[in-house]
């Protein structure tokens, strides 16, 4: 087989496509005076009707994008690292013709005058400036400030505005660990730091315990060694209890996952019984390796 591919200044892109079709970053210039904390004070009303919409609709983890967002409000703004200030949490509550969800956007600012991480300017909503300098505000995940902010609060098991909590398996991690973004947007937000931890970021909210942190966290008591160990959990107080942000969890090396192995062997099969004389079969009998990890 073979692909023809064509380079084109108008086409559309397609409906399925999560990358920006433009630099979203170039539209709007937030000017800070004392720092992010002013995003939720005067620049609020063009965070939230200007310069958010157009950018989650092209985000993969939100859900809602087959339906017209009436409004985007943020209903919380908490410091994830506490007086430094440099990583700001919002909790986004988006209204769309199917009701109303909340996500979580941490935001921090890529200045220009510093190295910036590979997806910052990727991943950038805005511009800012504070006195003489000027940056891309982002989506923090991309930024390791958001990665050594969750570390920090869960190895002192911090308490206040964000809860943090040790899971069984923490262990300490080197300040200077690095950091690696996996490729691909999914409906969650993960990244590996020092091939020792992942932080995953949980982007849709839900009230109540959330059953990926209650389950890992018990089957890593159990000494369970079939699952990514839970290292340890942060959350945001709730009126019911704490609603979780996300998780940390032990990294296990891998070259990929059963579902897409099982998925490429199908394929295989299906190309082999294409490509003889008889055709497709009703039925194939599957080979060992595929039977034992079916």
Same mark, same amino acid.
């Given at each position: 087989?073979? =692909?023809?591919f ?8 397609? #409906?399925?496509s999560?990358?920006?079709? *433009?630099?979203? #970053?170039? =539209? ?9 904390? %002013?995003?939720?004070?005067k620049?609020?009303?063009a965070? *939230? ?5 157009? =950018?989650? !609709? ?8 087959? !339906? ?6 943020? #209903?919380?703004?908490?410091?994830? %690292?506490? $007086? ?5 949490? @919002? ?5 769309? %013709?199917?009701? &109303?969800?909340? =996500? ?5 600012v890529?200045?220009? $005058? ?16 504070r ?5 891309l505000?982002?989506?923090?995940f ?5 990665a ?6 869960? *190895? ?8 943090y ?5 923490? @262990?300490?991690?080197? #300040? $200077? ?8 947007e ?17 982007r ?8 990926e ?6 089957? &890593? +008591?159990?000494?369970? @060694? ?30 990929? $996952? ?5 998925? *490429? ?6 190309? +082999?019984?294409?490509?003889?004389? %008889? ?16």
């Open positions: 087989g073979f =692909y023809w064509c380079l084109s200044r108008d086409a559309d892109q397609p #409906a399925w999560t990358s920006s079709a *433009e630099n979203a #970053a170039e =539209y709007h210039t937030f000017v800070l005076r004392d720092g992010l904390r %002013d995003l939720i004070g620049g609020r009303a965070l *939230e009707n200007e310069v958010l919409p157009p =950018y989650l !609709a092209q985000r993969r983890w939100f859900q809602q994008k087959n !339906a017209r967002t009436r409004s985007i409000d943020v #209903a919380r703004s908490e410091m994830m %690292d506490g $007086d430094a200030g440099n990583v700001l949490l @919002t909790l986004l509550d988006v209204e769309t %013709d199917k009701g &109303t969800a909340r =996500y979580a956007l941490p935001m921090v890529a200045w220009e $005058d510093v190295p910036q991480a590979p997806f910052e300017p990727a991943l950038a909503f805005a511009r800012v400036r006195r003489s300098r000027i940056g505000l982002t989506d923090g991309a930024s390791p400030l958001f050594r902010a969750v570390l920090d609060g869960i *190895e002192q098991e911090k308490s206040d505005a964000l809860i909590r040790r899971g069984p398996a923490w @262990t300490g991690i080197a #300040a $200077d660990a690095p950091i690696a973004w996996l490729g691909g999914q409906s969650n937000s993960s990244l590996i730091v020092g091939d020792t931890a992942v932080i995953k970021l949980f849709r909210l839900v009230e109540g315990v959330h059953p942190a209650e389950m890992t966290r018990r089957l &890593t +008591e159990l000494g369970f @060694t079939g699952i990514a160990p839970l290292m340890g959990e942060f959350a945001v107080p709730g009126a019911d209890g704490p609603v979780t942000l996300g998780v940390v969890q032990g990294f296990v090396v891998n070259q990929g $996952d059963a579902f897409r192995w099982l998925c *490429e062997q199908l394929k295989r099969h299906i190309e +082999e019984f294409a490509l003889a004389d %008889d055709g497709l079969p009703e039925a194939f009998e599957a080979s060992e390796s595929f039977l034992r990890v079916a």
